[in-house]
């Protein structure tokens, strides 16, 4: 979660479990670290940035949203719109570009 850049990097390459943090949240989204490269993440991480009104390499974003299609559209929605019933949220949301704000208080 979170807005930076280093925020989402970490979520895709890590998933949403963590045993460190009750707060935690549990859903079933794989480690993608494990299954995209480093560069697949970092275009990736750029068109989610995109999609929420945040700053972002236009190159690497545009790359990013046909690995945004074939890995995340399933759970996050074609437009990063989240699907409830999968446990996806939002990634085009206004929440994204808050959280890193939120969190720093």
């Known amino acids: 979660w ?3 850049i280093e925020d989402i990097a970490y979520t895709v390459t890590h998933g949403i479990r963590n045993t ?6 549990w859903v ?11 560069e697949e993440i970092d275009t990736v991480v750029h068109h989610v ?3 929420s009104g945040q700053e972002a390499d236009a190159a ?3 790359s990013g ?3 945004f299609a074939d890995n995340c559209a399933a759970c996050h929605g074609d437009n990063g719109e989240g699907i409830r ?3 996806a949220p939002a990634l085009n949301a206004r929440m994204v570009r808050c959280l890193s704000v939120r969190w720093r208080a």
């Open 49 to 51: 940035r995109q999609i």
């Open 28 to 38: 079933e989204m794989p480690a993608f670290g494990d299954i995209l490269s480093k």
């Open 85 to 87: 019933d999968m446990g």
């Open 65 to 67: 949203a046909q690995v």
């Open 2 to 4: 979170g807005g930076k």
């Open 20 to 25: 460190q943090s009750p707060g935690a949240r």
């Open 60 to 62: 690497l974003a545009t």
